[in-house]
């Protein structure tokens, strides 16, 4: 019980910060993607077994929050998890330069996976898109930008979630031993 | 072991994106409407300190992020301040000028005299007052002898040497100055001369002649060398010269000749 809401709460703090604190620094006509990366960070800590529950509903939260279409950010999140949860793995099996690397590629890949899906569903929506109203090089550049500022949040969301995971999975050993 | 299908990922991920793809295209906005509602309030007093406390962050980020530039616009507005400071004072001294050159222009007794505006371009050195130099010399017409006056009919003194472009012109306070005057009122004829510098003396006007105090003193035009009229002070003090032969008058200049920036030399006429 106290895991669920550990997590719950966690849930709405990430899509709290992405939604009101984070949507006031747009690099390059974008928000920092914290919420994305927290999805990624979670599910490289935990595996997406335990937490994709947890990841639906911080999607739903945060497109409920934001005023999107609800499910949009959803689908975002669980393609994205399914396919770090995939490779998660091996990532903690390579040597520490070369995971760094990879990480790095893992993050600018599913930032651009994710504003190509916006742009997508914008667009069947009928809808302008605002990435590629300033052409290819506006959307490169709004990419580049978010995957810039979205590493360092993913370093920092794995420490943060790395912590909050250890102490609960120890309290919850500690309460089976009892 | 063998996983059946609906037990892997991959399978509630296609469920999802089916599920919540659906609901996209479907787009029922007002169907998620009072779950917004509830979450908002809910949101409402973390979001309002986080929007606050982001604005108060971007704030500062700008701040110190613009502390660069703002040193760089320091000190460009300081060049630049210290620049319009000097051009200021230019432009006051230029306005100065372009006024007293108006003065003197306006007053210039044009239908009487052919004249040559000059600058004041040195003063005696010692500073007794015995002689200034002008910017205009031989190549403006000007020649030894030529009467310098100021603001309109006051006399200064007169041209000693003319050079190609300057002259030195000999005040009426040099003592090798000796000017024929006479009195406006009485028409005392009488010389005046100047005093090392520190002033005039009117001599040589005769115990029968009377001097007012007050009154004007002017150049007679006696001997040729001066035009008549043009103004060299008043009489301040009247007394009578040591042998007794002759008054004597302490004359009071209307102008301060070493002040003087723009002066005028006659060139020709009555």
């Known amino acids: ?178 | 072991m063998f996983k059946s299908f609906y037990n892997r990922k991959i399978f509630r991920v296609i469920v999802v994106v089916a599920v919540f793809g659906f609901l996209i295209f479907w787009n029922p906005f007002n169907f998620f409407d009072f779950f917004r509602g509830v979450i908002f309030r809910v949101a409402y007093p973390f979001g309002k300190i986080l929007f606050v406390s982001s604005e108060k962050t971007k704030q500062t980020i700008f701040f110190v992020s613009s502390i660069g530039e703002m040193k760089s616009e320091n000190e460009k507005l300081n060049d630049e301040n210290v620049r319009l400071a000097a051009e200021n004072a230019m432009l006051r001294d230029m306005k100065k000028e372009n006024d007293i050159l108006r003065e003197q222009n306006n007053l210039f007794p044009r239908d009487r005299f052919e004249g040559q505006m000059a600058q004041v371009i040195g003063r005696d050195v010692g500073g007794v007052g015995n002689w200034i130099m002008i910017d205009k010399g031989i190549r403006d017409g000007i020649s030894d002898g030529m009467p310098v006056i100021a603001f309109g009919k006051n006399l200064v003194g007169r041209v000693k040497k003319a050079y190609a472009t300057s002259s030195q012109v000999m005040l009426l306070s040099n003592p090798e100055s000796s000017i024929n005057a006479e009195m406006g009122m009485t028409q005392a004829k009488g010389i005046v001369r100047g005093e090392y510098g520190l002033g005039l003396i009117l001599d040589n006007v005769l115990q029968t002649d009377k001097i007012d105090i007050g009154d004007e003193i002017i150049t007679s035009g006696i001997g040729g060398g001066m035009p008549r009229g043009l103004l060299i002070g008043k009489a301040k003090e009247v007394y009578a010269s040591p042998d007794h032969l002759f008054w004597r008058a302490i004359v009071f200049q209307l102008i301060v000749p070493t002040d003087l920036r723009f002066v005028s030399v006659i060139k020709s006429g009555q």
């Open chain 1, 1 to 178: 019980m106290k895991n669920f809401f550990f997590r719950t709460v966690s849930v709405f703090a990430i899509a709290f910060f992405q939604v009101y604190f984070f949507a006031s620094f747009p690099f390059g006509g974008q928000a920092v993607g914290f919420g994305l990366m927290a999805a990624v960070a979670w599910t490289v800590v935990s595996g997406f077994e335990k937490i994709w529950v947890y990841i639906l509903g911080l999607g739903i939260l945060i497109d409920l929050l934001s005023f999107e279409r609800v499910g949009e950010n959803v689908i975002i999140f669980i393609i994205a998890i399914y396919f770090v949860s995939f490779i998660s793995k091996r990532i903690l099996l390579q040597s520490v330069g070369g995971s760094f690397l990879l990480i790095i590629f893992i993050i600018i890949a599913i930032t651009f996976f994710s504003n190509f899906l916006s742009f997508v569903f914008s667009f069947f929506q009928g809808e302008v898109s605002n990435f590629f109203d300033g052409g290819i090089l506006f959307f490169a550049k709004g990419v580049f930008w978010e995957s810039f500022w979205n590493i360092p949040s993913f370093y920092f969301l794995y420490w943060l979630i790395n912590r909050m995971e250890k102490n609960i999975s120890f309290y919850e050993k500690s309460v089976k031993i009892r």
